[in-house]
């Protein structure tokens, strides 16, 4: 069975301040897909990134950057810089196949201007 | 990316009458659907797998006969919330995925919807 854990029920920082969400994730599948999806107040979700259990190589896109480790089956995300805009709740999710997703119980980020 | 059409995005219902929520992949085909439910402040739990062509196959403690979800073609899917109850408020999202054989691929999410029965 597949199991997604974020420690984190809520995060508070202060603009500009920089914040890592952590996510730990648990299978059997030596294939599966890790994802972060972004859920801002309006409800919809906002895919952010996807990465496949081959791919250990760090990545960056702009503000966001996360950092993936088989070692630890943890797969962080950090915003550096934060912006209000930014205050949502995260959500790490895992993937053995077939696209049936096991979301974590996300983590509420507020930023305060 | 691909793109999924939710419809309605909001919905009010009274107790006892029934609700059809749809979920269309815009741009491109899926055999295979998923319909999620997250209670407010909780994370997302998957109800269902709709598949075209045959029976949806329903998570544990999933009323199917509550819960009904129909996937007639390759491009939409329908969850109907039959005899609603205040219980069932909630907000509702599909996902679905191109066609790609055996290769999973990113699931593509619909807007959601919300449902409130009273």
């Known amino acids: 069975a597949q199991k997604v854990t974020q420690a984190q029920t809520e995060i508070s920082v202060v603009e500009k301040e920089d914040v890592t969400l952590d996510c730990v994730y648990e299978?059997?599948?030596?294939?599966?897909?890790l994802f972060w999806y972004k859920q801002p107040p309006s409800g919809e979700l906002v895919f952010l990134i996807r990465r496949n259990s081959f791919d250990e190589q760090n990545e960056i896109s702009g503000r966001y950057s996360w950092n993936f480790q088989k070692s630890t089956s943890s797969f962080n995300f950090t915003i550096t810089a934060s912006q209000v805009v930014d205050s949502a709740v995260y959500f790490c999710?895992?993937?053995?196949?077939?696209?049936?997703?096991?979301f974590g119980t996300g983590t509420k980020l507020q930023v305060i201007p | 990316g691909a793109v999924v059409s939710q419809h309605p995005s909001r919905v009010i219902c009274k107790s006892g009458t029934s609700v059809k929520i749809e979920c269309r992949s815009l741009?491109?085909?899926?055999?295979?659907m998923f319909w999620y439910r997250q209670f407010p402040k909780q994370s997302l739990m998957l109800m269902a797998t709709?598949?075209?062509?045959?029976?949806?196959?329903?998570e544990q403690g999933v009323e199917k006969d509550k819960f009904l979800i129909n996937h007639a073609s390759l491009t939409l899917s329908t969850l109907t919330v039959t005899s609603a109850h205040p219980e069932d408020s909630s907000f509702y999202i599909c996902?679905?995925?191109?066609?790609?054989?055996?290769?999973?691929?990113?699931?593509?999410f619909g807007q959601g919807t919300r449902l409130t029965v009273v």
């Open positions: 709709s598949n075209e062509g045959s029976k949806a196959t329903y």
């Open positions: 999710a895992l993937s053995e196949g077939y696209q049936k997703v096991t």
């Open positions: 741009d491109f085909q899926a055999t295979t």
């Open positions: 996902s679905a995925s191109p066609r790609q054989g055996i290769v999973n691929t990113e699931a593509f």
């Open positions: 299978t059997r599948d030596t294939t599966y897909y």
